[in-house]
């Protein structure tokens, strides 16, 4: 049940960051000292899954290059003496190996994980949405691959929001199995707070089983004429057991520019060095 195998769906345009990401691909914005997309690849190699699927969009090929291998850079480091530097870019080429596949036009979550497929190897497999960063501690696809492991079943990582925010998220209504599991019967895509069937909102980490791809292939566009993995995960639910599992953590949203600057001094507060700095540069600008 070891799941070795990663999808992560980053072919988006960006565009709650434009003019910022006009050029530059939104998961290379950086999250504190390192590009946010760094951070899912270190969570996925932390939990022992090394061989990933990146989906990408044309125009996004930074991302391809840096995770590759500079010889011209690593040879000016190592004239200079920067050993330090040097080291960090090669731990980032060598934490996974990952294939890179283009989504042709923007056609929705379910049409993006459809173009991994056929690397995927017919297992289960984690899937990761770039915009999503968890700091824990065992790793969140971990948490999630154990689950998947004594469930036998795909497994949803949902996090607890305020009743007033779940309009912004896909949520689900599920029978508590103990613990942090769940039973997802079913899943309702922003619901109005007063319609929701609970509060467990669900986030981009999951343990997928290769039986979403037909019910994808089956899937009708949904609004703008995509198709989404939730609304496949929906029909997935109707036909065998579907689960969650409540993730232990702190989950930062770096989907959106106010996000993406509330998880960079959130990380930077859990540093005391730069907590410091950080209270000192505050109270002088107030």
């Not at 010889?71 to 060598?94: M, S, V």
């Not at 996000?259 to 107030?286: F, H, I, T, V």
Request: net charge negative.
């Amino acid at each position: 049940m070891a799941v070795r195998r990663g999808v992560i769906l980053a072919a988006g345009f960006g565009t709650r960051f434009l003019p910022a990401t006009k050029a530059i691909p939104k998961e290379m914005l950086p999250l504190l000292d390192r590009p946010v997309v760094q951070h899912i690849v270190e969570e996925a190699a932390a939990a022992g899954v090394r061989e990933l699927v990146m989906v990408i969009s044309p125009g996004k090929e930074a991302l391809a290059q840096h995770f590759a291998r500079s010889p011209e850079l690593e040879q000016a480091l190592h004239a200079r003496g920067d050993g330090p530097k040097l080291e960090e870019l090669e731990r980032i080429a060598g934490m996974a190996r990952i294939a890179f596949v283009y989504q042709e036009g923007r056609l929705g979550t379910g049409h993006a994980l459809l173009q991994a497929r056929w690397l995927l190897d017919g297992a289960a497999f984690a899937l990761f949405y770039a915009d999503d960063v968890v700091v824990a501690d065992p790793p969140a696809i971990g948490q999630l691959v154990e689950a998947h492991r004594r469930l036998d079943g795909p497994v949803l990582g949902l996090v607890e929001v305020a009743r007033e925010e779940v309009s912004r998220y896909g949520v689900v209504e599920g029978e508590p199995l103990g613990g942090d599991d769940f039973r997802v019967r079913s899943t309702v895509e922003k619901p109005e707070p007063d319609e929701a069937p609970s509060t467990l909102a669900v986030i981009g980490r999951m343990v997928l089983t290769p039986d979403i791809f037909p019910v994808l292939e089956e899937t009708p566009p949904g609004r703008a004429g995509e198709v989404w993995l939730t609304d496949g995960l929906a029909r997935l639910c109707q036909r065998r057991p579907l689960y969650g599992r409540r993730l232990r953590g702190r989950w930062l949203d770096t989907g959106n520019p106010q996000g993406l600057l509330e998880a960079s001094l959130w990380l930077a507060a859990r540093d005391p060095a730069l907590a410091r700095r950080l209270k000192g540069y505050l109270q002088g600008a107030g």
